[in-house]
C-alpha cells in the first residue's frame, strides 16, 4: 500500500491532528485576505513596464493561470479542507515525500521572504520621509532592528491567534483597496480636464520579444499566485469547504480589476520607461495630485506609501503564521517531531513552531544584511523566494491531473485543460526566473546561483525527509 493511502480522501470525513484549533476566519476575512495576499504593489510597476499592451497581458494571465489556479484550488479545498493547505493535498495525491517538499518549498519561501521584511519596511519609510531620510535603507543595525521587531510582533501575533491578527490582514487589505480605488479614480477625474480621455481597456498586441515574455511571466505566477495560501488555515476557519470557494468567486474579480484599471491608470501619469517598478503607484499619484499644489503631493505621497506598508507587513503576518502552521501539520503526520504540534492552552495556537518560525526569520534576516544595498543580492534572495514558491505549484496543478483515482480529482475536462495551462505558466516562471532582469556582473553566473539554489534546496530537503524516516525507523527498533 502506497504512502498517500494512508489516510482516508472522502471529503471532510479526513482525519489528520488532535482538534483544538479555533475557527476564527469567516467569509469576509478570508475575502480580504485573498484580496491582500494577491494585490502585490510592485506588480503593478511590472505590468507598465508593457505599455499598452499590458490589457492584453492581463487577460491572457487571467484566462491562462488565474482561472485554472481558482478552479483547481476551489476544487481541492471541497474535496480536502485541511489545515496545512496544499500540503496536505500533495501528501494525500503523491505520498508523504512529495508532500514533505512541497512544505519545504512554501516554508522556504515564507521564510526568506520574512527576512526580507525589514529591509521593504525600511526602504519604504525612507520613501515616504523623501530623499534626506535615504540613508535608513543602507543602516545595517537600523534594518537590522525592524526585522527583529517585526518578526517579534508576527510571532505574538501568531501565538494570540486570528481573533486578533485577522484584524490586521482585514485593515492592510481595506488600505490597500483604498490607496488602489483612489489611483484608479484620479484618471476619471483628470480627464475632464487638459488630458486625453482615459482608456482603461484599450486592446495592443504586444511585441514578441523576451522581455515580454519575462514580464508576462511575472504578470501571472509573480502577481496572480496565492489562494491557495489561505487554504493552510482551513483548521480555522468556519465551514472551509464552502466559505474558502467563496472567498475566491468574491476576491477574483475585485483582483483582476485592480491590476487592470491600476496599470493602466499608471500610464495614465507615468510613461512605461519612467516607471519605477518599486514605488509605481505611490509616483503615479504623486503625478495625478500634482494640479492641487505642492502642498497636497507633500501629504499625498507619504500618505500612500504607510499605506501600502500596511500591505506588506499584513502580507507577512499572513507569510509568517502560514510558516508557523506547517511544521505543526506535518507533525501531526510524523513527519517532524511531536514538539511542534504543541498548543498554546488558552489561544491553542502552534506556539514551539510559532517560535522556531519567528527565530529562522531573526537568523535569515542577518545572512540577509550580508548583501544590504547590493540591488543582485536582495533580486536573487526575490526571485529564490517565488521560485520555491512557484515549485509547490507545480503540485497544485499537477494534482488534478495525476493524483490516484480514489481521491476523486481528475473529474472533468475543464478541470485538467485548466491544470495543464497552470502547471505550464508555473513552469514557464520557473525557467525566466533563472535569467536576470537587472544588471548583474555575470548574467551566467546569476543564472548558476538561482537554479543552483533551487535545485540544492530541494535535495537539503530530501535528505532532512530521509534522515527523519531513518531516526523514526530506529525508534521503533
Not at 519545504?104 to 519609510?125: K, P, Q
Not at 490582514?169 to 487638459?194: D, E, K, Q, R
Not at 496565492?226 to 475585485?254: D, H, M, T
Not at 510613461?271 to 499619484?285: E, F, G, H, N
Amino acid at each position: 500500500m502506497s504512502e498517500a493511502k494512508s489516510q482516508s480522501a472522502s471529503g471532510s470525513a479526513l482525519l489528520q491532528g488532535p482538534s483544538g484549533l479555533r475557527r476564527e476566519l469567516g467569509l469576509a476575512d478570508l475575502a480580504l485576505a485573498q484580496i491582500l495576499y494577491l494585490t502585490i504593489p510592485e506588480f503593478f510597476g511590472t505590468a507598465a513596464k508593457a505599455g499598452p499592451s499590458h490589457v492584453f497581458l492581463w487577460l491572457l494571465a487571467i484566462l491562462l493561470f488565474f482561472i485554472p489556479e481558482a478552479l483547481v484550488v476551489a476544487r481541492l479545498n471541497r474535496l480536502m479542507p485541511l489545515e496545512g493547505g496544499l500540503y496536505e493535498w500533495a501528501r494525500l495525491a503523491f505520498g508523504d515525500r512529495i508532500g514533505f517538499l512541497v512544505a519545504w518549498n512554501l516554508w522556504l519561501y515564507g521564510v526568506i521572504y520574512m527576512a526580507l521584511a525589514g529591509l521593504i519596511t525600511m526602504s519604504f519609510l525612507a520613501y515616504a520621509l523623501g530623499p534626506k531620510a535615504a540613508w535608513i535603507a543602507e543602516n545595517k543595525w537600523l534594518v537590522l532592528g525592524a526585522s527583529f521587531v517585526l518578526a517579534a510582533a508576527m510571532a505574538l501575533l501568531a501565538c494570540v491567534g486570528f481573533h486578533v491578527g485577522k484584524w490586521v490582514t482585514n485593515t492592510g487589505s481595506i488600505f490597500t483597496l483604498v490607496v488602489l480605488g483612489a489611483l484608479v479614480l484620479m484618471p476619471f477625474i483628470h480627464s475632464s480636464g487638459n488630458i486625453a480621455p482615459f482608456r482603461p481597456l484599450r486592446l495592443v498586441s504586444p511585441p514578441l520579444t523576451l522581455f515580454t515574455l519575462s514580464v508576462f511571466s511575472k504578470m501571472t505566477f509573480g502577481a496572480l499566485c496565492g489562494f491557495e495560501y489561505v487554504a493552510i488555515f482551513a483548521g480555522e476557519c468556519r465551514n472551509p469547504e464552502r466559505n474558502l470557494a467563496r472567498s475566491i468567486l468574491i476576491s477574483g474579480p475585485v483582483i483582476a480589476l485592480m491590476y487592470i484599471f491600476g496599470t493602466a491608470a499608471i500610464l495614465a501619469f507615468v510613461p512605461p520607461d519612467a516607471v519605477d517598478i518599486s514605488a509605481a503607484i505611490p509616483q503615479a499619484l504623486s503625478q495625478a495630485f500634482q494640479p492641487f499644489g505642492t502642498a497636497i503631493v507633500r501629504i499625498i505621497l507619504p500618505l500612500s506609501v504607510i499605506l501600502l506598508l500596511t500591505n506588506y507587513v499584513s502580507t507577512f503576518n499572513i507569510n509568517f503564521n502560514g510558516c508557523a502552521r506547517l511544521p505543526m501539520v506535518a507533525g501531526w503526520d510524523h513527519l517532524l517531531p511531536a514538539w511542534f504540534t504543541r498548543l498554546h492552552p488558552e489561544y491553542k495556537t502552534p506556539v514551539n513552531s510559532i517560535f522556531f518560525a519567528a527565530g529562522v526569520a531573526m537568523a535569515a534576516a542577518v545572512a540577509v544584511l550580508i548583501g544590504v544595498g547590493q540591488q543582485e543580492a536582495f533580486e536573487l534572495l526575490l526571485v529564490g523566494a517565488f521560485a520555491f514558491y512557484a515549485t509547490a505549484y507545480l503540485a497544485l496543478f499537477a494534482i488534478p491531473l495525476f493524483a490516484r483515482r480514489e481521491l476523486g480529482i481528475r473529474s472533468g475536462l475543464l478541470l485538467r485543460v485548466g491544470a495543464v495551462s497552470g502547471f505550464l505558466m508555473t513552469l514557464l516562471y520557473i525557467v525566466l526566473s533563472i535569467f536576470p532582469i537587472v544588471d548583474v556582473q555575470s548574467s551566467w553566473e546569476y543564472s548558476a546561483k538561482t537554479a543552483g539554489g533551487i535545485i540544492g534546496a530541494n535535495l537539503l530537503g530530501i535528505a532532512i525527509y530521509r534522515w527523519g524516516r531513518g531516526a523514526k525507523a530506529v525508534v521503533r527498533v
